[in-house]
């Protein structure tokens, strides 16, 4: 409802058009009356009123000195301005406030009523206009994080973007950062899932200081910080996100730190991150690792291996073992395009194997260590390929079939669940996955779909329509409310009802008919 203040100086004025308008007919609502532009501007102050009434001529304060200075304190608020044939000139000059409807003296309830109409209507728009806006800036702030982090995703992986692509971004997500930058890269040794990258993430962004950016790539975790001025410092909460991170989810976090750098350099610093992430088996898992600490730079570089290991190692831990080939393949055409030397592709092999082996059985780490100096020994690239590639289906195909028992497990603890909640109104994928079973909705919707074929809201609908006839023929007088409420519709049977009548081919009421004269 749209407030209403009325003024004029003539009481019979006054109370003749709040009595003969139907103010709620038109979705308004009358909260004063004033017989002075005074009064008139002392009620707009106290009850803001959306549309004000008012004659030209008043006492104390004329109707467009009431205009003017409501302009000035409540530009939103619109103005029905009542005038004499002799002051409809004078009038006139209210339209720079914004004031269009003027009755002319003396007026009717036709008239009032089709002024009031159309500025509410206006109202409804200016309304209905912002609320859109507001909206969209919510939404907005809401991706904004996803997008940053999208942005700094691309920045470090994407060959073809510079300093003027940064300006760009800079300008257009509001940067305001323009220093000397570090990456830092983050690896969980073990198997690990979405909340455990989420999970480094959240804890490194709150132990850190300066941090500019975040994201996961692959199954890293990327964060950029402002270069800080004691390194000593830096490494102390680097040990203190590991060992945080150690003490809720028992698992140990690889970090590669990289050389402080300009922000245009970012994808050059992730290359060296990765680089030390590399190293890591010869320096054992676990710890924080700089350029310093490996021995590339002690040896001359002969070419350079443009290959991202999770594209192998991620299609082999889920048991993927078509594209884990393809990817192996890709791996193999790499090291051909580098001619490194000898040694130096036996590393990357090597180190190749060993991340592989980290995705297969734990009881035999022994034995495929003992493989190692077998790999050593192989003295053509074809032979290195073909060791790999048992060693890729071997695991692949053990994951494949350890992710089907755990998958399915998973989702035989979803099915059990919707059968337990069907009454809960507030059961859906988003409930399950972090209040029941503390997952990533988006994958387990995905898990949920693959193993039952349906959606997890279309199933919980058809579960709900099942129980529902179960009910009806345990209690043929139910009430349809009652349905609702017991279902999980909370106080809507007519939704119910429709979606009774989608799942079942009638209403409610229809199937109860149906039931009781199958009854004789």
């Known amino acids: 409802m749209y407030k209403v203040l009325l003024a004029d100086d003539e009481r019979i004025i006054l109370d003749g058009i709040s009595s003969m308008i139907d103010w709620a007919q038109h979705r308004t609502v009358l909260v004063g009356l004033a017989q002075n532009g005074i009064d008139a501007y002392e009620q707009i102050v106290r009850h803001a009123p959306d549309i004000v009434i008012s004659d030209i ?6 109707g467009l000195e009431l205009v003017a200075k409501t302009h000035a304190s409540h530009p939103r608020t619109r103005f029905i301005i009542l005038s004499g044939f002799g002051e409809f000139d004078y009038a006139n000059r209210a339209m720079q406030y914004g004031v269009k409807h003027y009755l002319l003296k003396p007026t009717n309830e036709t008239r009032i009523a089709q002024a009031l109409e159309k500025i509410v209507a206006e109202l409804d728009r200016e309304s209905s206009r912002e609320a859109f806006l507001q909206n969209m800036k919510l939404r907005l702030q809401k991706m904004m994080p996803h997008v940053k982090e999208q942005v700094l995703k691309e920045f470090v992986t994407n060959k073809t973007y510079g300093s003027r692509d940064w300006d760009d971004y800079r300008s257009l997500f509001q940067f305001e950062f323009d220093v000397r930058v ?16 989420f999970a480094v993430k959240n804890i490194a962004e709150d132990i850190l200081e300066k941090t500019l950016l975040g994201t996961t790539i692959g199954s890293h975790v990327l964060v950029l ?6 390194p000593d410092a830096l490494y102390r909460r680097l040990g203190d996100i590991r060992a945080t991170f150690a003490q809720y989810y028992k698992m140990d976090v690889t970090i590669a730190l990289s050389s402080p750098g300009e922000i245009v350099r970012a994808r050059s610093l992730y290359q060296e991150t ?3 992430l590399n190293y890591r088996f010869y320096l054992d ?11 590339s730079s002690a040896q001359p570089s002969q070419g350079t291996l443009d290959f991202d290991e999770d594209r192998l190692l991620m299609p082999v831990r889920s048991g993927h073992l078509e594209e884990a080939e393809q990817a192996l393949d ?4 790499a090291l051909k395009r580098a001619q490194l030397d000898i040694g130096m592709t036996k590393s990357y092999a090597i180190q190749l194997f060993i991340a592989l082996t980290r995705l297969g059985d734990p009881q035999r780490m022994n034995e495929h260590y003992k493989q190692i100096p077998q790999l050593v020994e192989m003295n053509t690239l074809q032979a290195m390929k073909d060791f790999l590639g048992q060693t890729v289906r071997d695991i692949a195909k053990r994951n494949y079939e350890q992710n089907v028992v755990k998958h ?6 979803v ?12 059961l859906s994928l988003n409930f399950v996955a972090s209040e029941m079973l503390y997952m990533n909705a988006d994958y387990l919707g995905k898990l949920f779909k693959k193993e039952t074929g349906e959606k997890f809201s279309n199933y919980v609908m058809k579960a709900r329509m099942k129980r529902a006839t179960e009910m009806i023929a345990e209690q043929p007088d139910i009430k349809i409310f009652e349905l609702a409420e017991r279902l999980g519709f909370g106080d809507n049977p007519q939704y119910f009802s429709q979606v009774f009548k989608k799942q079942i081919g009638c209403t409610p009421s229809e199937y109860m008919k149906q039931s009781d004269s199958s009854a004789f």
């Open 274 to 276: 990765l680089q030390c």
């Open 57 to 62: 001529r008043m006492p104390g304060m004329d």
């Open 285 to 295: 898992e676990g710890g924080i690792i700089t350029s310093k600490d490996t021995f």
């Open 330 to 333: 890709s791996f193999f055409d």
């Open 225 to 230: 910080i402002e270069d800080p001025d004691d």
């Open 408 to 413: 399915t497990s998973i989702v035989r603890k």
């Open 415 to 426: 099915l059990d669940i919707i059968d337990q909640q069907l009454g809960n109104a507030n």
């Open 182 to 197: 570090r990456l830092i890269l983050f690896q969980i040794e073990g198997e690990a899932e979405y909340e455990h990258l």
